[in-house]
Antibody, heavy 116, light 110 residues
Framework: QVHLQESGPGLVKPSETLSLTCAVS????????WSWIRQPPGKGLEWIGY???????NYNPSLKSRVTISLDTSKNQFSLKVTSVTAADTAVYYC??????????WGQGTLVTVSS | QSALTQPASVSGSLGQSITISCTGT?????????VSWYQQHPGKAPKLMIY???KRPSGVSSRFSGSKSGNTASLTISGLQADDEADYYC??????????FGGGTNLTVL
């Protein structure tokens, strides 16, 4: 069973870059598709983007200009970068595996707060 | 790409059945049979309950079922149990390798 674990700074200053990593265990990152999804406090889920096992990426059009997702096969992990962050980027960030048309499993999530 | 529309809240009594709707457009829900549903308890990660419109992952109770008519997908939970009380989110493939979520529905079990 694949297990995902997010990691990264919990506090980022406005205008800086948010960087998170998702470590994959119990399976090879070179097998599936992988997504990042976020949830602002008290609000709903928002799909950010995905990366395939070949490195193909695609992003939510509303975030595309600020988001990069990359793969590190040597460490069996993938990463998210969001540039020029504002308070609106404060959220719990989840990584997840694609399963059929859905997402399963998910990591436990990590809260990132944008504040000076 | 706009969020799918879900009712903010629904409620039902123990043992009863409820249905949560998820309305999109012909560019997402109506255009593909690729809707998924998630259950989220407070402070926890979402859990996949239904995928490809009506399929249940291994381990998900048969009390959960999914369907679609036109641009609206639905999640039905039968035989409501106390532990079903949670937030539920729908998600649809929206074309061009993108996905869109609904705003979420809070289920209260009375």
């Amino acid at each position: 069973q694949v297990h995902l674990q997010e990691s990264g700074p919990g506090l980022v200053k406005p205008s800086e870059t948010l960087s998170l990593t998702c470590a994959v265990s119990g399976g090879s990152i070179s097998t599936y598709y992988w997504s990042w999804i976020r949830q602002p406090p008290g609000k709903g889920l928002e799909w950010i983007g995905y990366i395939s096992y070949t490195g193909t990426t695609n992003y939510n059009p509303s975030l595309k200009s600020r988001v990069t997702i990359s793969l590190d096969t040597s460490k069996n992990q993938f990463s998210l970068k969001v540039t020029s962050v504002t308070a609106a980027d404060t959220a719990v960030y989840y990584c997840a595996t694609h399963y059929g048309s859905g997402f399963d499993p998910w990591g436990q999530g990590t809260l990132v707060t944008v504040s000076s | 790409q706009s969020a799918l529309t879900q009712p903010a809240s629904v409620s039902g009594s123990l043992g009863q059945s409820i249905t949560i709707s998820c309305t999109g457009t012909s560019s997402d829900v109506g255009g593909y049979n690729l809707v998924s549903w998630y259950q989220q308890h407070p402070g926890k990660a979402p859990k996949l309950m239904i995928y490809e419109g009506s399929k249940r992952p291994s381990g998900v109770s048969s009390r959960f079922s999914g369907s679609k008519s036109g641009n609206t997908a639905s999640l039905t939970i039968s035989g409501l149990q106390a532990d079903d009380e949670a937030d539920y989110y729908c998600c649809s493939y929206a074309g061009s390798s993108t996905w869109v979520f609904g705003g979420g529905t809070n289920l209260t079990v009375l």
